[in-house]
């Protein structure tokens, strides 16, 4: 009698796993850019000083320009911005046309239609937000500013092939023949 048994092997290998580790993490994580927006949106930021007194590091709020909304237009917007740019989102495909190398339709599509939905979201609540009318062209080319190359991100689906040069996974199967069982059936 003759069984088979089966070895199924798989890794999966970093080429150098702290650095690689860190490099998905940087192009995955998106709390810089939403960071950035919400600074720019409050005309402030928070850094890290040292009190010159005690020497314990503490949270300062530093003005850089005039709040562009108040704080229920802030949040209202961060949250309906950070629905696109997330790390599922940009992990996503816009493919490139067919015989036109270089150019994704459905990439420019998406920009044209953001640009419309952001317009008319900040448009249509900018008195309930406090927006000054002469910022509403800033506002939205300044967020627009950053989708862009965000989204570009998609095209051709590079985000993804680009895992390929830091994450390798392996697999491999063995298949190996036992004997056993009485000798007169072999």
């Given at each position: 009698m003759t069984t088979e048994t089966q070895n199924t092997n798989s890794f999966s290998q970093f080429s150098k796993?702290?650095?690689?580790?860190?490099?998905?993490?940087?192009?995955?994580?998106?709390?810089?850019l939403l960071s950035d927006i919400e600074s720019f949106l409050r005309g402030s930021k928070d850094i890290v000083v040292q009190d010159k007194v005690t020497g314990n590091l503490v949270?300062?709020?530093?003005?850089?320009?005039?709040?562009?909304?108040?704080?229920?237009?802030?949040?209202?917007?961060?949250?309906w911005i950070s629905a696109t740019v997330n790390s599922q989102v940009v992990q996503g495909n816009f493919p490139y046309d067919k015989g036109n190398s270089g150019v994704s339709t459905a990439y420019n599509n998406y920009i044209y239609n953001y640009r419309l939905s952001l317009m008319n979201t900040i448009i249509i609540?900018?008195?309930?937000?406090?927006?000054?009318?002469?910022?509403?062209?800033?506002?939205i080319d300044f967020v627009m500013n950053l989708i862009k190359p965000?989204?570009?991100?998609?095209?051709?689906?590079?985000e993804r092939d680009s895992y390929a040069d830091t994450i390798k996974t392996v697999d491999s199967q063995h298949l190996m023949q036992k004997s056993g069982g009485l000798k007169f059936f072999k």
């Amino acid at each position: 009698m003759t069984t088979e048994t089966q070895n199924t092997n798989s890794f999966s290998q970093f080429s150098k796993p702290r650095q690689d580790y860190n490099v998905i993490k940087i192009r995955l994580d998106t709390t810089a850019l939403l960071s950035d927006i919400e600074s720019f949106l409050r005309g402030s930021k928070d850094i890290v000083v040292q009190d010159k007194v005690t020497g314990n590091l503490v949270m300062q709020t530093i003005n850089t320009g005039k709040a562009k909304m108040n704080e229920a237009g802030l949040r209202t917007l961060l949250n309906w911005i950070s629905a696109t740019v997330n790390s599922q989102v940009v992990q996503g495909n816009f493919p490139y046309d067919k015989g036109n190398s270089g150019v994704s339709t459905a990439y420019n599509n998406y920009i044209y239609n953001y640009r419309l939905s952001l317009m008319n979201t900040i448009i249509i609540n900018c008195v309930d937000w406090d927006i000054n009318d002469n910022d509403l062209e800033g506002l939205i080319d300044f967020v627009m500013n950053l989708i862009k190359p965000f989204m570009s991100r998609l095209i051709g689906n590079k985000e993804r092939d680009s895992y390929a040069d830091t994450i390798k996974t392996v697999d491999s199967q063995h298949l190996m023949q036992k004997s056993g069982g009485l000798k007169f059936f072999k």
